[in-house]
T-cell receptor, first 114, second 112 residues
Framework: SAVISQKPSRDICQRGTSLTIQCQVDSQVTMMFWYRQQPGQSLTLIATANQGSEATYESGFVIDKFPISRPNLTFSTLTVSNMSPEDSSIYLCSVEDKGGYEQYFGPGTRLTVT | KNQVEQSPQSLIILEGKNCTLQ??????????LRWYKQDTGRGPVSLTIMTFSENTKSNGRYTATLDADTKQSSLHITASQLSDSASYIC???????????FGGGTRLMVKP
């Protein structure tokens, strides 16, 4: 299994600012993903973080709003830009094991935008 | 459109009782069906994964069933404990693993 840590665990931010969330994995993984979980809702995939190339975004999510970095096989960042209260959510990092069978989730970052 | 629907949305049971959570999915082509447990303020943790050829899988007091013909799955929790209070999320995968469709979850509360 993979052990995933995220920083920060939670934050309260003002409208119009940006927050960068870090995701660190204890082993090298090919596939890393970023999810959003809005209050009372299930998970929605934001993008796949690709090492060495641009992230692949899902419909409804754009790079200008959610820029992603993936400098190596154990680390990724997600930035939530120009935040509004609608961005208040839990943001989760996830990785896939080498067999592509199991997916592990980080503890999440709880973001509140005021 | 790929969809996963779970029922009930929420459930309250007494400690020691059993319960069954339901999941219906329309995902094609279907690869596997997963159940995750998500404690409040934490990320989801995998309970079971079943491919289309498996119809039951257990993990301790958790037993998942899968009927690939009717596209239904259930998660049965035996002798519930207070620590079982969490959201249970059903997830259907339609390829090797990175095309997941999430259900809305069932919020389970176990009371003493």
């Amino acid at each position: 299994s993979a052990v995933i840590s995220q920083k920060p665990s939670r934050d309260i931010c003002q409208r119009g600012t940006s927050l960068t969330i870090q995701c660190q994995v204890d082993s090298q993984v090919t596939m890393m993903f970023w999810y959003r979980q809005q209050p009372g809702q299930s998970l929605t995939l934001i993008a796949t973080a690709n090492q060495g190339s641009e992230a692949t975004y899902e419909s409804g999510f754009v790079i200008d709003k959610f820029p992603i970095s993936r400098p190596n096989l154990t680390f990724s960042t997600l930035t939530v830009s120009n935040m509004s209260p609608e961005d208040s959510s839990i943001y989760l990092c996830s990785v896939e094991d080498k067999g592509g069978y199991e997916q592990y989730f980080g503890p999440g970052t709880r973001l509140t935008v005021t | 459109k790929n969809q996963v629907e779970q029922s009930p949305q929420s459930l309250i049971i007494l400690e020691g009782k059993n319960c069954t959570l339901q999941c219906n999915y329309t995902v094609s082509p279907f690869s596997n069906l997963r159940w995750y447990k998500q404690d409040t303020g934490r990320g989801p943790v995998s309970l079971t994964i079943m491919t289309f050829s498996e119809n039951t899988k257990s993990n301790g007091r958790y037993t998942a069933t899968l009927d690939a013909d009717t596209k239904q799955s259930s998660l049965h929790i035996t002798a519930s404990q207070l620590s079982d209070s969490a959201s249970y999320i059903c997830v259907a995968s339609n390829n090797a693993g990175n095309m997941l469709t999430f259900g809305g979850g069932t919020r389970l509360m176990v009371k003493p």
